[in-house]
């Protein structure tokens, strides 16, 4: 998830174009089944700015599947700065209904 700080930088393209087909090609050998992008476009009221600018999900079967992708992690995250200088807020959530 990266906040939604109007002075930082994002690239969308490069984020879309990019960073996902790598993290898509390093991650689904090892159980990512699917991954959704939502660009946030306001608050609750008309005028409010979202929360967050952009919010990744990563779908995995599991909480071990999940865990297989450490050994890759700090090459996902050297990407980052080529796209934002937001820092990013991880979440780990389960689906609880859907």
């Not at 969308?12 to 390093?26: I, R, V």
């Not at 609750?44 to 599991?62: D, K, M, W």
Request: proline share 9%; aromatic share 12%.
């Amino acid at each position: 998830m990266y906040p939604n700080d109007p002075d930082k930088k994002f690239d969308m393209d490069y984020y879309l174009n990019k960073h996902m087909p790598m993290l898509h090609e390093t991650l689904n050998p090892v159980g990512l089944i699917k991954t959704e992008v939502d660009k946030g476009l306001r608050g609750q009221g008309e005028n409010t700015p979202p929360a967050y600018r952009v919010i990744c999900h990563l779908y995995f079967n599991s909480m071990e599947d999940f865990q297989k992708i450490e050994p890759y992690a700090a090459e996902l995250f050297a990407d980052v700065p080529k796209y934002t200088d937001i820092v990013p807020v991880v979440q780990i959530s389960e689906i609880v209904q859907g």
